[in-house]
């Protein structure tokens, strides 16, 4: 244990720069939010043409 490992403070912060627990967390949180923004990016893109869809069904059933 070097001199600086002795102090309490800077063996915290040492201890934390190599905890990598997280990480795979945050891997999985940045891939559910990529996920989420092509889902909402393909209703927003859709949601006209199948509106306007819904539309010509609901007309030819009348």
Excluded: H, N, Q, W
């Excluded at 393909?42 to 043409?49: A, E, N, P, Q």
């Amino acid at each position: 244990m070097s001199k600086l490992e002795k102090l309490p403070l800077v063996a915290l912060a040492l201890r934390f720069l190599r905890d990598d627990c997280g990480a795979t967390a945050i891997e999985y949180a940045v891939i559910a939010s990529g996920i989420a923004v092509a889902i909402a990016a393909t209703i927003v893109t859709l949601g006209s043409s199948v509106t306007s869809m819904y539309s010509s069904v609901l007309t030819a059933m009348k």
